[in-house]
Nanobody
Framework: QVQLVESGGGLVQAGGSLRLSCAAS????????MAWFRQAPGNEREFVIG????????YSAHSVKGRFTISRDNAKNTMYLQMHRLKPEDTAVYYC???????????????????WGQGTQVTVSS
């Protein structure tokens, strides 16, 4: 059973940067694909960016391409989301997620994530 805890959220001005972390415990972090999702008020939870179990493959949503990067440190059981050039529309609760399957060296589809963190709020002011 993988437990995930996000940190690093906060308030930032438009154009600024922020780094989120997702610490994993209780499972096999280094075998799971991981991803970041976000949910703004009144919206459905949406996929932001994902990374394969090995870290060799990533995939991002068009809305964040070129601004957000994802990385993982399997030795530290931690995943990161580096966000640059933030926009007010990036405001949301950000969730990290781990795949149900293991050894997926690609970024799985949205429905393949089974383990979720509690979320961290990111607010971008204009």
């Amino acid at each position: 059973q993988v437990q995930l805890v996000e940190s690093g959220g906060g308030l930032v001005q438009a154009g600024g940067s922020l780094r989120l972390s997702c610490a994993a415990s209780g499972g096999t972090f280094d075998r799971n694909a991981m991803a970041w999702f976000r949910q703004a008020p009144g919206n459905e939870r949406e996929f932001v960016i994902g990374i394969s179990y090995s870290g060799s493959n990533t995939y991002s949503a068009h809305s964040v391409k070129g601004r957000f990067t994802i990385s993982r440190d399997n030795a530290k059981n931690t995943m990161y989301l580096q966000m640059h050039r933030l926009k007010p529309e990036d405001t949301a609760v950000y969730y990290c997620a781990a795949s149900r399957g293991t050894y997926m060296d690609y970024v799985p589809a949205k429905n393949d994530y089974y383990y979720w963190g509690q979320g961290t709020q990111v607010t971008v002011s204009s």
